[in-house]
């Protein structure tokens, strides 16, 4: 994947040893517009956990009609960003965290019964009515891709089978509006997430019937994929074709990996070519702490070379032509490895490597402070 000519002109004018991200603010308006179009019936939330760059969830923020965030910390970028609107899920919320989030007027998804008491007592303490989806894991697995997190043992939500017993507590200062629903990471498959869809608003039509809800939310998360060792991505027109959401309902997604993965490039330059044991390195500046998706995925990143004119020393600049590289970072591990057998035609020492699809769970996700390197330039465009 070939960066566009605005992120090259912004890495041509790094000094070396050029390591960066690039965010881009095109990409990432034109990803919703598309995700827009094709979900017509549909709110879109972007989820602010893909990217916390204050530019990206700005961007992303006025592109969507709002973000999700899942911790007090997005919470304060979302307010900060002008999101019209704040929907607040996620896990082991704290009371600050949920007294923060009535303050800020954000929809909560509800985690557990305990957290359902919770949010009730500190409404009552803030004399409002809060409003909330309770997340649900469901009996069944939903969809193919990764990280699944319902039909499955996971810490998430609160199990079907117990979402009478939850629902019965007491909530006076609590609306529930529906049900959160969130299911996988990174599906390809455009048709099933489409049956997912009309399968969670199919669903929570009878579950709010069962449980004397008036459904007006249905939440489906995000989990729209992209495939890092190709240029494909889920097909968003087969995920709209043949939704329908009934009268009164909001039907909610909020993807985060779809709609900033492809606004995101990682640059890394070569400062060493070397050999062992049969292999061959191009080892950068950067690494797995910057951007940690690939090992902790376990897959081999792809990246474009940024062949590079300047070499300041006086000796013959090390060059590999028609080899295959494994791309190792600056870390002392041997699981700092970004890419294994990677082919070049020509690759130099002062070259840049680029990655494309880094601005999803790329450094957000990663372990900044092993070995204390200085941390890459962000250059948003
Ligand atoms: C509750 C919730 N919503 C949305 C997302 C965003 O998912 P994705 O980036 O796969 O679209 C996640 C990711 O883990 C999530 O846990």
């Given at each position: 994947m070939r960066p566009p000519d605005r992120v090259v002109a912004a890495l041509r004018?790094?000094?070396?040893p050029v390591c960066a991200y690039v965010y881009d603010r095109q990409a990432l308006r034109d990803r919703a517009d598309a995700v827009r179009a094709a979900l017509p019936f549909a709110t879109l939330l972007y989820a602010v956990k893909a990217n916390g760059h204050p530019d990206v969830v700005r961007t992303l923020a006025a592109a969507c009609d709002g973000v999700e965030v899942a911790s007090g910390g997005e919470l304060l970028l979302a307010q900060a960003a002008g999101a019209r609107r704040i929907v607040f899920g996620g896990p082991a919320k704290t009371d600050a965290e949920l007294a923060a989030a009535l303050a800020a007027g954000a929809q909560v998804n509800i985690e557990s019964g305990q957290e359902l008491r919770r949010l009730d007592r500190l409404a009552r303490e803030a004399g409002v009515v809060a409003s909330a989806c309770v997340r649900v894991n469901r009996a069944t697995a939903a969809l193919?891709?990764?990280?699944?997190?319902?039909?499955?043992?996971?810490?998430?939500?609160?199990e079907e089978s117990q979402l009478g017993e939850v629902l019965a507590l007491?909530?006076?200062?609590?609306?529930?509006t529906g049900f959160h629903l969130h299911a996988v990471?990174?599906?390809?498959d455009g048709p099933a997430h489409a049956r997912f869809l009309a399968d969670a608003l199919d669903w929570s039509v009878r579950a709010a019937a069962r449980h004397g809800i008036h459904l007006r939310t249905v939440n489906a998360g995000g989990g729209f994929g992209v495939d890092y060792l190709s240029d494909a991505t889920i097909d968003l027109a087969a995920v709209g074709a043949g939704v329908t959401v009934p009268a009164g309902v909001e039907l909610i997604v909020e993807p985060g990996r779809l709609l900033a993965a492809d606004a995101g490039w990682y640059a890394a330059e070569v400062v060493d070519l070397k050999q062992a044991h049969g292999r061959r390195f191009a080892v950068v500046r950067g690494g797995t702490h910057h951007f940690r998706l690939p090992a902790a995925w376990g897959y081999s990143h792809p990246s474009t070379v940024l062949s590079r004119a300047a070499w300041p020393y006086p000796w013959e600049r090390p060059r590999w032509n028609d080899q295959t590289v494994d791309v190792a970072g600056?870390?002392?591990?041997?699981?700092?490895?970004?890419?294994?057998?990677q082919p070049v035609t020509d690759l130099a020492i002062g070259d840049v490597l680029v990655f494309g699809?880094?601005?999803?769970?790329g450094w957000d996700i990663?372990?900044?402070?092993?070995?204390?390197h200085p941390p890459p330039s962000f250059i948003v465009v």
């Open positions: 004018d790094l000094p070396s193919p891709g990764s990280h699944a997190m319902t039909g499955a043992p996971t810490p998430f939500g609160v007491p909530h006076d200062q609590v609306t529930v990471s990174n599906n390809l600056e870390l002392c591990t041997p699981r700092d490895i970004l890419a294994r057998d699809r880094a601005g999803a769970y990663s372990h900044h402070e092993f070995l204390r």
